[in-house]
C-alpha cells in the first residue's frame, strides 16, 4: 500500500496535514512518521529530488542536518549510564587539545554545558574539515577561533560548534567514529536498521 493510503490512526491527521502543508508550500518532497498505539502512521509527499525525481514513500530516506544533535545527546548520555563520561566534567578532561581564544573559558567549560548550549560558545565555525572519519577530529583544532558570546554557564545560546565537540567526546571515550558509536549506542538498541551512515552528519 503506497504511503499515503494507509489508514491514519485516531488522532493522527495532524501527519496528513504536515504533507499536506508541505505540497502547499512547493516543497518537491517530504516524509512523516508517527507511532502510536503499537502501529504506524504515514503521510508522504513528492519526490526526492527536482533532479532525481523518484517517489517518496514511508522508506525513503533523508539526510538528517541538526535533527542529528538528538542522536548525539542519546549517545553521550549512554556513556554517562555506564559511567564513562561525567556530565559535570571539564571538555578538557575528553579532549585536553581544546584550544579557545579564551584560554580560562576553555578550562572552565562542562560537557554538560555543551549538551544544554551554556557553554558561551558562538553558534559554529564555517570551515570544512571533510566528511572523512577525522573530520570531527579537525574540527576540535579549529574553535581557537571560535568566538565567545557569554560566559561558560552564564546564559543558553544555540551551538552547533559546542554538538561537533561532543560528537568527538563520543568518539574518544569509544574509541569508535561517530557514526560507528551512534550505530552501537542508539541505532541498534532501538532497532532503527535504515538510518545511519552517510545520513549521519553533526
Not at 132 to 154: C, N, Q, R, T
Amino acid at each position: 500500500m503506497q504511503c499515503g493510503q494507509r489508514r491514519l490512526l485516531p488522532g493522527v491527521r495532524r501527519v496528513r496535514q504536515l504533507a499536506e502543508g508541505a505540497r502547499r508550500r512547493g516543497i518537491p518532497g517530504a516524509a512523516v512518521g508517527l507511532w502510536a498505539d503499537g502501529r504506524a502512521s504515514y503521510a508522504c509527499h513528492g519526490v526526492t529530488s527536482v533532479a532525481n525525481p523518484l517517489p517518496v514513500d514511508e522508506r525513503t530516506l533523508f539526510v538528517l542536518g541538526s535533527v542529528t544533535k538528538t542522536y548525539t545527546a542519546t549517545a553521550l548520555m549512554r556513556l554517562v549510564a555506564e559511567g564513562r563520561v561525567e556530565l559535570d566534567a571539564p571538555v578538557r578532561r575528553y579532549l585536553p587539545e581544546l584550544v579557545l581564544a579564551d584560554e580560562r573559558a576553555a578550562a572552565q567549560i562542562t560537557v554538560m554545558q555543551l549538551l544544554n548550549h551554556t557553554a558561551g560558545l558562538d553558534w559554529n565555525l564555517v570551515t570544512d574539515t571533510g566528511e572523512g572519519d577525522d573530520a570531527l577530529e579537525g574540527f576540535v583544532a579549529e574553535p581557537a577561533s571560535l568566538p565567545l558570546i557569554g560566559e561558560p554557564g552564564a546564559r543558553p545560546s544555540y551551538s552547533q560548534a559546542g554538538f561537533n565537540l561532543l560528537g568527538r567526546i563520543v568518539e574518544k571515550v569509544t574509541g569508535l567514529t561517530y557514526e560507528q558509536a551512534v550505530t552501537r549506542l542508539v541505532f541498534e538498541p532501538m532497532g532503527l536498521s535504515d538510518s545511519g551512515q552517510p545520513l549521519l552528519r553533526r
